[in-house]
Every structure is written in structure tokens, then in C-alpha cells.
């Protein structure tokens, strides 16, 4: 896997180099966090760029692009400099090492994984480009032609650099999310907490919630940027935060709806100006859009009647209603200790986190409204789907309730 | 001061809660045991498939069209196969049954009869392939 790490260092280099330019206060590592999800979507974008243009992917082709960019854009070297280190980020390192462990012991196992990204990114691996007929003519279910091609772009990266297509490799992917995500949060909570310890802490909290259990989905990379970009558009990082919910969208459609919850939020908590802001994620997004329109990728939510569906499900409520509350969240203990955790915060919560807030139920009510339109049997797309929209918000609700817990160090002094 | 010390205890408490024990038990699993099941894993109810559509990659090159078939009776077999078929022959056309003619191989799992005008390539414990005879 070393042809792989490379790349994921590679990667994370030029991206510091953008994170440097998003987000003037990133400092530590805040910095090497953002670097690393910045430059897997950067790399993504390249990929897309590249075929786009009609340049076939090649190891030089990829590298003078990233490399040349990086370039232009950095101002002069200078390593990040990392805060001091808290004995609790060894539960964190273990904990990963472990999480590092189980997603690159296999060749990648998930169904969703070998019938859909792993499957779309391996396919463009063999054309060396986004290949447009396949995705036009794929007979398959499940394999969602029209989906955001951040994930499976990333799995060529990756192929690319080795010059093969290496099924275990590919979990190292996840590894890198989680890492990227943890990092920025590490950082902002220290900032946040005045207490490295404290930072340290609520890493190794969200650790569970940043190493997704799904390999190779793309659940693993929509939590890092989706998290990322609250926390960050939370702190007044507009810049990069809305980088980050543009390279969610170009991941999945949920990070899409992700940017009209941020907005939202915004709204909520009285910063309508930011939301002009947030155009380098709608920038980010709406290539892919006119490019799926463009060639004619079926949307299965779009087929048919939306109306009438909407209409015959909003008929029978309960249906829906019964799906989801037979539906498992998640861990259901996490769930108890995180609503008494709320209560005890309730007031600053409600207070001062009307932006996170917010978005979390946008998010949440549109993935109520996706059900309503589904074409699928609603009990079924629930049971199947739930869980994972859950862990879309879960980093983020964590964030805010733990470090409105934790004392403020800062206020003591 | 109390409820200071409480919230440290409830932001324990999340942490317990939200912790992922098995992070730690994967350092002490078999890991070849354990990688086996999960390489399995998709493939379950088609026991084979996995190594012989290996097979068949190694065996046809890239833009090769490929029907891949099986005497399986249950319900959806075909998408089970050919889902998993189109991921592992990446870059070669898996076809439909209906666009046989299209074919240059016929893949045929845990079987070794094929349509007319194909003639076997190698059998292996999974299957045959058969290739358009010229």
C-alpha cells in the first residue's frame, strides 16, 4: 500500500496548500485536517477536470495538474506546527490503528461498494475516464449512474498512483476521512475548550463517529466534509466551509441538501449574510449537475410521478412513520446519553448553537421528504437507509452537545 | 461547581456510549480468518463465483463482451450474478442473455453447457468458459 499512502500525502500537501488560502486562521492541526480532505477532493476534481478535457488519466497527467495547481497557489512553505500533544490522543491513535486495521484487511466487502462506487470507480479506472456509456447503458440496480462522483474518483486516484486497481487499498480511504475529520476537530474544540486535553477528548469521542463502520461507501467521506463544514461555518470559516459542503454535494446527493441546510441554519441564527457565501459550494456542485443532465444519467428519486407519490404517501403518514420508528438509529445507549447530555446543556444549546441546530433538522427533514417521494417500498428504504442518515448529523449534534459540556477554560481565566 | 463535575460525567457518559469497542477486539481477531469471511462475504449465496470470474478476467482482455450464465433457479439470480460479475470483469461488457449474438465468451457458473457456436476455453471447479468458435 505504500504507492497509496503516497498519494494520500501527496494529496494532503497540496491540500494544505489550498487550506492555507481557504482559511487564513487554520493553523495546526486544524490545517493538516483540512489538507487532507481538501486534497482528496482536489484530486477528485482533477480527475474530473481531466475528463472532462478529454485527457486521458495518466500518473504524469495527475501529478503535473495537482502538483502545477498547488504551486500557483502556495506562498511559501511553511510546515504546520502542531499543538500540544494530550496522553487521550493515544486512545485516538490506537483506536485508529485499529480502525486502519479492519478497513484494509479485505479486499473492500460491502455491497454498495462492489455494486456502486468501487464498481463506478473501477469501471473509469479501465477507461481512464469518467466513462460516460457505461454509466448510460449499466443494467444493474443499485448502481446509481447519476450519484456525485467524489468517492469513486478518489478509488482512482488511488489506482492511479499504483498503476492497478487494489480492492484493500482502498480502504485507506476511509482511514484518511476519518483522520482529516478528527484533526479539524481536535483542533476547534481546543480552540474552543481553551484545553488541549479537552480537544484531545472530544476527538477520541467522535472517533466511533468519523471511523465509519461502512467501508468504501460513501457515507465514511460525506460525514468528514459534511462535519467539517458545520464546525467550520459554525467558527466563521465561511471560505472553507463552504468548500467543504461543495466537495459533500460532489459526494453524495444528501451533502446537496446539505447546502440548503446550511443555509437554513444560517438563516437560524441570524447570519443571512454568510449565505451568499457559501457560493464556492454550489460552484462545486453544479458541474456534476450539468453534466448529469447533460448526459441523460436517470435520477431513481426524479422517475416517475414525484407528485403523486408524494401525494399517495403523505395519505398514509403512518406508513413512514412506523418505518422509522422500528428504524435503529444507531447505538441506541448513545442515543439516551446524548438527550440527557442536551438536557443538561439545554439552555446554551439553544442559545448559541441555532446554526448547528438547524441544519441538523433541515438535513433531517429533507431526508423525511426523500422518503415521501421515493419510488421504493418506504418501510424498506427505510430500513435499508436510516442508520446511515443518521450518522450524517450524529458528528456534528456530539460536537456541539460535548464541548457545551466540557468547562471553558478560557472563561476561567 | 456540581454542575460543572456534571457535565464532565455526561460528556463521559457520550463517549462510553458512542464507543466502538470492536476498534480495540480487531487487533486481537485472525486477521487471514477473518479477511477470508469477509472477501466472501458478497458472494455468499454463489459460493465459487468470486475465483471463477478471477478466472475468467484473466482469461479475456479489456472491451471483450462476456454473457455470463448459471443453471441457478432462484428468484433474481441472474441480477445477483451479473452484479457481481460487472464489477469484477471491469473494462470487458458484460451482456444481457438477450445479446447473446454480441457475445465473444460465455462464462457459465457451476455449469458447462453453453449456447450453440461456443466452444470451451478451460472448466475449473466453478464453471466453464466458452469462447465463439471461429
Given at each position: 500500500m505504500i504507492a497509496e499512502v503516497a498519494a494520500l500525502l501527496l494529496a494532503a500537501a497540496a491540500g494544505v496548500v489550498l487550506a492555507r488560502r481557504l482559511d487564513r486562521a487554520a493553523a495546526g492541526t486544524l490545517l493538516i485536517g483540512e489538507g487532507i480532505l481538501f486534497g482528496i477532493g482536489f484530486a477528485a476534481v482533477v480527475l474530473l477536470a481531466l475528463s472532462i478535457a478529454g485527457v486521458p488519466w495518466t500518473r504524469t497527467a495527475v501529478l503535473v495538474a495537482m502538483i502545477g495547481t498547488a504551486a500557483v497557489l502556495a506562498r511559501r512553505f511553511a510546515p504546520p506546527s502542531l499543538r500540544a500533544f494530550s496522553p487521550i490522543d493515544v486512545v485516538t491513535l490506537v483506536l485508529l490503528a485499529g480502525y486502519t486495521r479492519f478497513a484494509t484487511?479485505?479486499?473492500?466487502?460491502e455491497f454498495d461498494y462492489i455494486g456502486d462506487f468501487g464498481l463506478k470507480g473501477r469501471a473509469f479506472f479501465e477507461a481512464r475516464a469518467i466513462d460516460w456509456h457505461f454509466l448510460q447503458t449499466v443494467?444493474?440496480?443499485?448502481?446509481?449512474?447519476?450519484y456525485p462522483p467524489l468517492l469513486p474518483l478518489a478509488f482512482d486516484f488511488l489506482a492511479i498512483s499504483r498503476g492497478a486497481w487494489d480492492d484493500a487499498a482502498q480502504g485507506l480511504l476511509n482511514v484518511a476521512f476519518a483522520l482529516g475529520l478528527l484533526l479539524v476537530v481536535r483542533h476547534l474544540a481546543a480552540e474552543e475548550t481553551g484545553s488541549t486535553h479537552a480537544g484531545a477528548f472530544v476527538a477520541a469521542a467522535l472517533l466511533p463517529l468519523a471511523?465509519?463502520?461502512?467501508?468504501?461507501?460513501a457515507e465514511a467521506p460525506l460525514v468528514a466534509f459534511g462535519t467539517a463544514a458545520l464546525l467550520l461555518l459554525r467558527r466563521g470559516s465561511v471560505a472553507a466551509g463552504a468548500v467543504m459542503l461543495g466537495l459533500a454535494a460532489l459526494t453524495k446527493n444528501e451533502g446537496l441538501a446539505l447546502i440548503v441546510a446550511a443555509a437554513l441554519g444560517l438563516a437560524a441564527a441570524k447570519r443571512a449574510r454568510d449565505i451568499a457565501r457559501l457560493w464556492p459550494a454550489a460552484a462545486i456542485a453544479l458541474p456534476w449537475l450539468v453534466l448529469r443532465a447533460v448526459h441523460h444519467l436517470h435520477t431513481d428519486l426524479a422517475e416517475g410521478s414525484v407528485g403523486a407519490r408524494i401525494a399517495g404517501h403523505l395519505r398514509d403518514p403512518k406508513l413512514l412513520f412506523d418505518a422509522l420508528a422500528a428504524s435503529?438509529?444507531?447505538r441506541p445507549f448513545f442515543w439516551m446519553a446524548m438527550a440527557v447530555a442536551a438536557a443538561i446543556v439545554i439552555r446554551p444549546l439553544l442559545a448559541r448553537e441555532r446554526f448547528v441546530l438547524a441544519a441538523v433538522a433541515a438535513q433531517l427533514a429533507i431526508y423525511i421528504a426523500a422518503y415521501l417521494a421515493s419510488p421504493y417500498d418506504v418501510p424498506w428504504h427505510v430500513r435499508w437507509s436510516w442508520e446511515r442518515l443518521i450518522s450524517h448529523v450524529a458528528p456534528a449534534l456530539t460536537y456541539v452537545v460535548l464541548v457545551k459540556l466540557l468547562p471553558d477554560r478560557r472563561a476561567a481565566a | 461547581m456540581i454542575r460543572r463535575a456534571l457535565g464532565v460525567v455526561a460528556a463521559i457518559a457520550v463517549a462510553a456510549a458512542a464507543f466502538q469497542p470492536f476498534y480495540l477486539r480487531v487487533f486481537l481477531v485472525n486477521r487471514a480468518r477473518m479477511a477470508a469471511m469477509l472477501v466472501d462475504l458478497p458472494y455468499r449465496r454463489t459460493p465459487g463465483l468470486r475465483p471463477f470470474l478471477e478466472h475468467v478476467r484473466a482469461s479475456t482482455r479489456a472491451g471483450d463482451a462476456v454473457l455470463v450464465t448459471a443453471p441457478v433457479q432462484w428468484s433474481s439470480a441472474y441480477e445477483y450474478i451479473d452484479a457481481r460479475a460487472i464489477y469484477v470483469l471491469a473494462g470487458r461488457e458484460v451482456l444481457l442473455p438477450r445479446d447473446v449474438g454480441r457475445a465473444r465468451f460465455v462464462a457459465v457458473y457451476r455449469g458447462a453447457a453453453g449456447p450453440p457456436g461456443f466452444a470451451p476455453l478451460w472448466t475449473d471447479a466453478n464453471g466453464t468458459l466458452l469462447r465463439r468458435a471461429t
Open positions: 484487511m479485505a479486499p473492500l466487502w443494467f444493474v440496480g443499485g448502481v446509481h449512474p447519476d471511523a465509519s463502520p461502512w467501508i468504501g461507501l435503529r438509529p444507531g | -
